[in-house]
């Protein structure tokens, strides 16, 4: 479309055929618009004239129109050129939406690219990141007749833009580039040249205390080994942020399987749902078989539901969105509805990449006629838009947990948009074990603690309230550990302090004073098994005194209803108007007003 118009412009004369006056490249920044154009002017030896949309921009009435012919006859006279407009979408946005001066640069704009002379030899590329804020009469054929979308590459391009930026470093035999690609989601070619550029002075820094900065000099043995490492590599991701996913927190999960106990059945059906068809997406599509494409976890509180989805992003080596369903939420008409847009559009930018919406059913609750639900109505309206698919959303899995499923708008539930529903229980047993064995691990456990009592003890307990109880019986432990010795180092500024005063002519203290002091503790940290059956007998006391507190809740409400009930029956029935102490209950409930 460019270079062989620019090269062989006989082939088009011969065809009788006009070859592209301009081209549209678009895209999220970094992804290497600039360069493109810039490397296409120097393969076709043509001129190259570039203009910053913002630079053409002045309020001297008539100057940015002679700016710009001024720009188009050069290249004219000096054909082959390529004329290079730069953030297009500030000197040509819509113009019904634009003031006098920017309809004017629209204008002379679209004039001079319809004026062209020297056809096929004048190319113009435009370059923009919001292509749907151009001027139409800009999209037309005739003018930018093609349009070119610039993706953000995927883990095979990263790789090969890892090669190409850190071509002339000196590396160490451990950089495994593939991996890297795998840990840059979201990354486009200038974010994955500043990781370079930072892998590279973390490099630098270790070097830095052997520099002899008074005479100048490096030793030859430091220079020598100076290489950059896939540690260095490592550190610069903590500090190179994807400039395509700023605007929300993508995340590469670290949880894995393995740090989940039990759930052997969801962990096979999630495997099937998800990590199959973003590992092995040619398969699918030969097959003609369409994946999941979202999957619902329900289950009570504590049974795993975000710890699960942040193992499976790591199991596919997918970037991982976290959304809690209240964060959308907001007042202003069309901002939930907007957020819910950024977040797919981040995915897809970021793909693989794995949406987690919790607790959706605040956010899509089931609709009603209510007017006052409109706003929530809205909301679902675009969560079904995007996760029917009008525009594709290759790579991008949407994960959702609820506590209560019965609330979720129906419409989500159907097939074609939540198609595996996968539900959460309790876990069993020997589920509670392998939680139990996954909490434990590394720690230091006393010989006599043994993992099938444990789970014998937390029948009905969540996953959740196993690692709850881990974590109090290490505290007890170490709170016991500790509180000898900080006794001890109490009771020896004691007897520094007393043997001072003895040296003053006080008294000491006596052995017998000295031997009721509290003994030295063991060097030796463990967690017995008192300390779980403590954490456990706590835990269990605090649910008994929340299951009397949701009791008295209960029998209130209950008690709130027989006395509307009541209300009701004697309104109905044409009765006399409450008294007595049954109109002092319905005043204490608010079922009348007080001056009734």
Known sequence: ??????????????????????????????????????????????????????????????????????????????????????????????????????????????????????????????????????????????????????????????????????????????????????????????????????????????????????????PYETLVNLNITMADFQAALREIEPSTTREVYVEVSETSWDDIGGMERTKELL?????????????????????????LLSGPPGSGKTLIARALANQCEASFISIKGPELLSKWVGEAEKGIREVFRHAKQAAPCIIFFDEIDSLAPRRSGDTDRNFSNGVIAQLLTEMDGIEGREGVIVLAATNRSELIDPALLRPGRFDLVVELEYPNEEERRAIFAVHTRGKAIAPDVTLEELASLTAGRSGADIEAICRRAALLALREWIAPKIAMTRVQVTETTEEGNATNGQESETPEEHASLPAQPSNRFMIRPEHFARAID???????????????????????????????????????????????????????????
Request: aromatic share 6%; with cysteine; net charge neutral.
């Open 271 to 295: 495997t099937e749902g998800v990590e199959w068809p973003l590992r092995f997406p040619e398969v699918y599509a030969n097959v003609k078989a369409e994946p999941p494409r979202g999957v």
């Open 538 to 596: 706590e835990q269990r006391e605090r649910y008994a005194v929340q299951e009397v507190a949701e009791g008295s809740i209960a029998r209130q409400q209950a008690g709130r209803q027989r006395l509307l009930e009541m209300a009701s029956d004697m309104n109905a029935d044409g009765r006399p108007p409450l008294r007595g102490l049954r109109l002092w209950l319905a005043r204490l409930f608010g079922l009348v007003p007080r001056e009734a």
């Open 1 to 218: 479309m460019i270079e062989l118009p620019l090269k062989y412009p006989a082939v088009f004369d011969r065809l009788g055929v006009e070859p592209p006056k301009g081209v549209l490249l678009y895209g999220p920044p970094g992804t290497g618009k600039t360069l493109i154009a810039r490397v296409v002017a120097a393969e076709t030896n043509a001129f190259f004239s570039i203009i910053n949309g913002p630079e053409i921009v002045n309020s001297v009435y008539g100057k940015s129109e002679a700016l710009l012919r001024d720009v188009f006859q050069e290249a004219q006279r000096r054909a082959p050129s390529i004329i290079f407009i730069d953030e297009l979408d500030a000197l040509a946005a819509k113009r019904e939406s634009s003031g006098e001066l920017e309809r004017r640069i629209v204008g002379q704009l679209l004039t001079l690219m319809d004026g062209m002379a020297s056809r096929g030899q004048v190319v113009v590329i435009g370059a923009t990141n919001q292509p749907n804020t151009l001027d139409p009469a800009l999209r037309r054929p005739g003018r930018f007749d093609r349009e070119i979308g610039l993706r953000v590459p995927d883990v095979r391009a990263r790789a090969e833009i890892l090669h190409i930026h850190s071509k002339d470093a000196a590396l160490a035999n451990d950089i495994d580039f593939p991996r890297l690609a795998q840990l840059t989601p979201g990354f486009v070619g200038a974010d994955l040249e500043a990781l370079c550029r930072e892998a590279a002075m973390i490099a630098l820094r270790r070097v830095l205390p052997h520099i002899d900065y008074q005479r100048g000099y490096i």
